[in-house]
Protein backbone atom coordinates (compact mmCIF):
# COMPACT_ATOMS: atom_id res chain seq x y z
CA UNK A 1 0.00 0.00 0.00
CA UNK A 2 1.48 3.28 -0.56
CA UNK A 3 2.03 6.21 1.52
CA UNK A 4 -1.15 8.56 1.42
CA UNK A 5 -0.73 12.51 1.47
CA UNK A 6 -2.69 14.14 2.88
CA UNK A 7 -3.48 18.13 2.80
CA UNK A 8 -5.41 19.75 4.80
CA UNK A 9 -7.96 22.18 4.04
CA UNK A 10 -7.50 26.02 3.54
CA UNK A 11 -8.26 28.26 5.92
CA UNK A 12 -9.93 30.52 3.49
CA UNK A 13 -11.56 29.55 0.29
CA UNK A 14 -14.62 29.86 -1.57
CA UNK A 15 -17.20 27.31 -0.57
CA UNK A 16 -16.74 24.97 -3.45
CA UNK A 17 -12.87 24.81 -2.77
CA UNK A 18 -13.82 24.17 0.81
CA UNK A 19 -16.26 21.22 0.18
CA UNK A 20 -14.22 19.53 -1.97
CA UNK A 21 -10.98 19.92 0.16
CA UNK A 22 -12.59 18.60 3.01
CA UNK A 23 -14.19 15.69 1.47
CA UNK A 24 -10.71 14.75 -0.21
CA UNK A 25 -9.18 15.34 3.71
CA UNK A 26 -11.32 12.79 4.59
CA UNK A 27 -11.19 10.57 2.48
CA UNK A 28 -7.31 10.46 2.51
CA UNK A 29 -7.55 10.41 6.54
CA UNK A 30 -9.65 6.93 5.54
CA UNK A 31 -6.30 5.95 3.59
CA UNK A 32 -4.40 6.96 6.50
CA UNK A 33 -6.05 4.94 9.23
CA UNK A 34 -5.05 1.63 6.73
CA UNK A 35 -2.32 2.16 5.70
CA UNK A 36 1.03 -0.20 7.05
CA UNK A 37 -1.66 -3.30 8.25
CA UNK A 38 -1.67 -6.82 6.85
CA UNK A 39 -5.25 -7.36 4.85
CA UNK A 40 -5.90 -9.84 8.21
CA UNK A 41 -5.41 -6.92 10.24
CA UNK A 42 -7.40 -4.67 7.61
CA UNK A 43 -10.22 -7.67 8.14
CA UNK A 44 -9.94 -7.45 11.89
CA UNK A 45 -13.46 -6.82 13.69
CA UNK A 46 -14.20 -4.45 16.54
CA UNK A 47 -15.72 -6.33 18.74
CA UNK A 48 -19.44 -8.80 18.55
CA UNK A 49 -21.69 -8.81 17.64
CA UNK A 50 -20.88 -6.04 15.15
CA UNK A 51 -18.86 -6.84 11.77
CA UNK A 52 -17.24 -3.19 11.51
CA UNK A 53 -13.63 -3.94 9.96
CA UNK A 54 -11.17 -1.24 8.71
CA UNK A 55 -11.88 -3.11 5.37
CA UNK A 56 -15.35 -3.10 5.73
CA UNK A 57 -15.09 1.37 6.00
CA UNK A 58 -13.63 0.98 2.98
CA UNK A 59 -15.95 -1.51 0.82
CA UNK A 60 -18.78 0.39 2.58
CA UNK A 61 -17.52 4.23 1.01
CA UNK A 62 -16.71 2.54 -2.43
CA UNK A 63 -20.41 2.22 -2.16
CA UNK A 64 -21.44 5.19 -0.95
CA UNK A 65 -19.39 7.24 -3.17
CA UNK A 66 -20.85 5.54 -6.03
CA UNK A 67 -24.73 6.03 -4.53
CA UNK A 68 -24.50 9.54 -4.33
CA UNK A 69 -22.46 10.49 -7.35
CA UNK A 70 -23.05 7.50 -9.98
CA UNK A 71 -26.61 6.72 -8.92
CA UNK A 72 -28.00 10.72 -7.29
CA UNK A 73 -26.00 13.00 -9.09
CA UNK A 74 -25.28 11.64 -12.11
CA UNK A 75 -28.99 9.86 -12.51
CA UNK A 76 -26.88 6.23 -13.12
CA UNK A 77 -29.27 3.37 -13.08
CA UNK A 78 -27.31 1.34 -10.65
CA UNK A 79 -29.76 -2.19 -10.52
CA UNK A 80 -30.38 -3.70 -7.34
CA UNK A 81 -26.55 -5.10 -6.39
CA UNK A 82 -23.60 -2.82 -4.99
CA UNK A 83 -20.44 -3.73 -5.27
CA UNK A 84 -20.69 -5.73 -2.31
CA UNK A 85 -24.12 -6.20 -1.17
CA UNK A 86 -27.34 -7.41 -2.51
CA UNK A 87 -30.94 -7.56 -1.48
CA UNK A 88 -30.34 -10.68 0.12
CA UNK A 89 -27.31 -9.51 1.98
CA UNK A 90 -27.64 -6.16 2.74
CA UNK A 91 -24.45 -5.86 5.01
CA UNK A 92 -22.40 -7.72 2.53
CA UNK A 93 -20.16 -4.52 2.30
CA UNK A 94 -19.29 -5.26 6.24
CA UNK A 95 -20.27 -8.82 6.65
CA UNK A 96 -18.14 -10.30 3.87
CA UNK A 97 -14.56 -9.34 4.01
CA UNK A 98 -12.98 -12.90 5.82
CA UNK A 99 -12.27 -13.44 1.93
CA UNK A 100 -12.23 -10.33 0.31
CA UNK A 101 -9.25 -9.26 -1.73
CA UNK A 102 -7.95 -6.62 0.06
CA UNK A 103 -5.86 -4.77 -2.89
CA UNK A 104 -9.20 -4.76 -5.06
CA UNK A 105 -11.15 -3.73 -2.36
CA UNK A 106 -9.47 -0.83 -1.96
CA UNK A 107 -8.57 -0.60 -5.75
CA UNK A 108 -13.01 -0.33 -5.95
CA UNK A 109 -12.87 2.39 -3.35
CA UNK A 110 -10.15 4.63 -5.11
CA UNK A 111 -12.24 3.99 -8.30
CA UNK A 112 -15.00 5.01 -7.13
CA UNK A 113 -13.48 8.12 -5.49
CA UNK A 114 -12.62 9.47 -9.17
CA UNK A 115 -15.73 8.73 -10.45
CA UNK A 116 -16.97 10.80 -7.83
CA UNK A 117 -14.37 13.29 -8.52
CA UNK A 118 -15.39 13.20 -12.61
CA UNK A 119 -19.03 13.95 -11.85
CA UNK A 120 -18.91 16.79 -9.40
CA UNK A 121 -15.42 18.60 -11.46
CA UNK A 122 -16.65 21.92 -12.54
CA UNK A 123 -20.51 21.96 -11.34
CA UNK A 124 -22.19 24.44 -9.57
CA UNK A 125 -23.26 23.82 -5.99
CA UNK A 126 -26.43 24.00 -6.82
CA UNK A 127 -26.60 21.59 -9.23
CA UNK A 128 -29.55 19.46 -8.92
CA UNK A 129 -28.97 15.59 -8.81
CA UNK A 130 -30.63 13.67 -11.63
CA UNK A 131 -32.51 11.17 -9.13
CA UNK A 132 -34.56 11.83 -6.00
CA UNK A 133 -33.39 11.16 -2.76
CA UNK A 134 -36.99 9.82 -0.48
CA UNK A 135 -38.71 11.84 -3.28
CA UNK A 136 -36.90 14.95 -3.11
CA UNK A 137 -34.19 16.84 -5.05
CA UNK A 138 -31.05 16.74 -3.66
CA UNK A 139 -28.10 19.46 -4.60
CA UNK A 140 -24.36 18.79 -5.22
CA UNK A 141 -23.91 20.78 -1.73
CA UNK A 142 -25.91 18.36 0.22
CA UNK A 143 -24.26 15.74 -1.25
CA UNK A 144 -20.63 17.02 -0.44
CA UNK A 145 -21.98 18.20 2.94
CA UNK A 146 -23.17 14.35 3.29
CA UNK A 147 -20.05 13.06 2.56
CA UNK A 148 -17.83 15.02 4.39
CA UNK A 149 -20.28 14.02 7.43
CA UNK A 150 -20.31 10.28 6.04
CA UNK A 151 -16.57 9.89 6.11
CA UNK A 152 -15.98 12.24 9.07
CA UNK A 153 -18.07 9.92 11.63
CA UNK A 154 -16.96 6.36 9.93
CA UNK A 155 -12.85 8.12 10.24
CA UNK A 156 -13.86 8.32 14.01
CA UNK A 157 -14.87 4.52 13.68
CA UNK A 158 -11.54 4.02 11.96
CA UNK A 159 -9.14 5.71 14.48
CA UNK A 160 -10.73 3.27 16.98
CA UNK A 161 -9.94 0.12 15.22
CA UNK A 162 -6.72 1.36 14.61
CA UNK A 163 -6.02 1.42 17.61
CA UNK A 164 -7.48 -1.78 18.85
CA UNK A 165 -4.67 -3.09 16.36
CA UNK A 166 -2.07 -1.64 17.04
CA UNK A 167 -2.23 1.36 19.23
CA UNK A 168 -1.62 4.11 16.76
CA UNK A 169 -3.52 7.26 17.08
CA UNK A 170 -3.53 10.01 15.91
CA UNK A 171 -5.91 12.50 13.42
Same mark, same amino acid.
Given at each position: ?T?? !??I??P??? /? *? !?????S ?8 L???C????D /? =?L??? !??EP ?8 V??M +? ?6 F =? ?5 ? %???E =????W?? %? /?????F ?6 D??A??? +??? *? =?VELA??SA????L?T????LRR???VTL ?14 N???D?LR *????? +?T??
Amino acid at each position: MTTT !SRIDPPFAA /D *E !STMLHSWLDYHRATLAVKCEGLTD /D =QLRER !SVEPSSLSLLGLVRHM +AEVERHWF =QAVLDGV %ELGE =QGLYWTK %E /DPDGDFDNVAGADVAADFA +AWR *E =QVELARASAAGLPLETVGKALRRGEEVTLRWILVHMIEEYARHNGHADLLR *ERIDG +ATGE
